[in-house]
Nanobody, 121 residues
């Protein structure tokens, strides 16, 4: 019911910046929160940052002060501004949405296909 498409990944040098975007589309749903997760090879998927419908944000300790999550509720788009990137930030970044069907209020959890961020010199 909800389709998420990430964009903005790529190759960047350490200390550089990228901005990831995630556009949500669908019908008859409401979004309670959206977030960014990442997964590096051989590692578990981890939460990077999230933003709730009320605007509250949460960040992993490893990215605090470097990453900023924001959203455009009109466009149903969430962004992740990534500054001071480090090689350890290299991962596939996935957009996540916690949503509810408007009619039934049934909870739903959706994922994008991911966008690769590579931080290397």
């Amino acid at each position: 019911q909800v389709h998420l498409v990430e964009s903005g990944g790529g190759l960047v040098q350490p200390g550089g910046s990228l901005r990831l975007s995630c556009a949500a589309s669908g019908i008859a749903f409401s979004i309670d929160a959206m977030g960014w997760y990442r997964q590096a090879p051989g590692k578990q998927r981890e939460l990077v940052a999230s933003i709730a419908s009320g605007g509250s944000t949460n960040y992993a300790d490893s990215v605090k002060g470097r990453f900023t999550i924001s959203s455009d509720n009109v466009k149903y788009t969430v962004y992740l501004q990534m500054n001071s990137l480090k090689p350890e930030d290299t991962a596939v970044y996935y957009c996540n949405a916690n949503a509810k069907a408007i009619a039934t209020r049934a909870p739903m959890d959706y994922w994008g296909k991911g966008t690769l961020v590579t931080v290397s010199s």
